[in-house]
């Protein structure tokens, strides 16, 4: 039972709000779905720029800048281990998982679900979604600093007594394949995510505050194009306004909700 009328009043909101996103959707036959740090919040994975995330623990200048690394490889190799050593024990969440299962429903009727998703962790391909574009890199792969070489899964070098490890192409720095403060976002990674944008009918933005440029704008590129907009945050961002659906509620709570509306 339900203690209080405006609770009551609030999910039957959200409900309606799920079942007239869901009817977006069922329309729909390419689907970008963008996620940010809430997402990966509700699998315990802490944000960088709320109260208490990481950057209000941390200095960036000290950990996550082409200087930083330059300055001392070593330091920031073992925060990036740390950080990795930390989220070990994180597990997709039940909107992860959602989204997965819409991705095998749309791809099952010759549609298609994008991921793109700032987030680092590899929940997303861990949940078994397969067409994920991660505009921000991956904790859990290297490259070099040198070279820009692939140095494969940074787990595979835990064990070396080098830090940071070397590069087997040229020997020179591996680093975590993550962007940092400074650099701009993969090429490749970003016109694979413009494209599918371009050419989505709907596109959900989850978990993301809609504040860290250039990933702001891409909702907006969405509705140049006349893509319906779907909201899901608990709290108000910039992109609420634009939006044509919004969801006040968690993506492990709103998206198994909207993707059981679509069935």
């Not at 315990?44 to 330059?70: K, L, N, Q, V, Y």
């Not at 819409?102 to 549609?111: I, K, N, Q, S, Y």
């Not at 040229?170 to 400074?182: N, S």
């Not at 995510?193 to 440029?213: F, N």
């Amino acid at each position: 039972m339900l203690p209080n009328p405006s609770l009551r009043s609030a999910v039957a909101t959200e409900n309606v709000q799920i079942t007239a996103a869901a009817g977006a959707l069922v329309l729909a036959r390419r689907v970008v779905v963008l996620t940010g740090a809430g997402m990966s919040a509700e699998s315990g994975i802490p944000t960088f720029r709320d109260a208490g995330g990481i950057w209000s623990m941390f200095d960036p200048d000290e950990f996550a800048t082409p200087r930083a690394f330059e300055r001392d490889a070593g330091k920031v190799w073992r925060w990036y281990a740390e950080r990795r050593r930390s989220m070990a024990g994180a597990r997709p969440n039940a909107g992860h998982v959602a989204l997965a299962a819409l991705e095998a429903r749309f791809a099952a009727r010759g549609g298609s679900v994008t991921v793109v998703t700032q987030n680092i962790d590899g929940l997303h391909r861990a949940a078994g979604s397969r067409n994920v574009v991660a505009v921000h890199g991956d904790i859990h792969r290297t490259r070099c600093f040198d070279c820009r070489a692939d140095g494969g899964e940074a787990g595979a070098h835990d064990a070396s007594t080098v830090v940071p490890p070397r590069c087997p192409a040229c020997g020179g720095r591996l680093r975590p394949d993550v962007v940092w403060f400074g650099e701009a976002l993969p090429m490749a990674a970003v016109g694979r995510a413009l494209r599918a944008i371009r050419a989505c009918d709907v596109l959900v933005s989850v978990g993301t505050s809609g504040e860290v440029e250039p990933v702001a704008s891409f909702p907006l590129r969405a509705l140049e194009h006349r893509a319906v907009l779907i909201e899901i945050n608990p709290a108000p961002t910039p992109l609420s306004a634009h939006a044509d659906h919004v969801v006040r509620a968690g993506a492990a709570t709103a998206l198994p909700a909207l993707v059981e509306a679509c069935a």
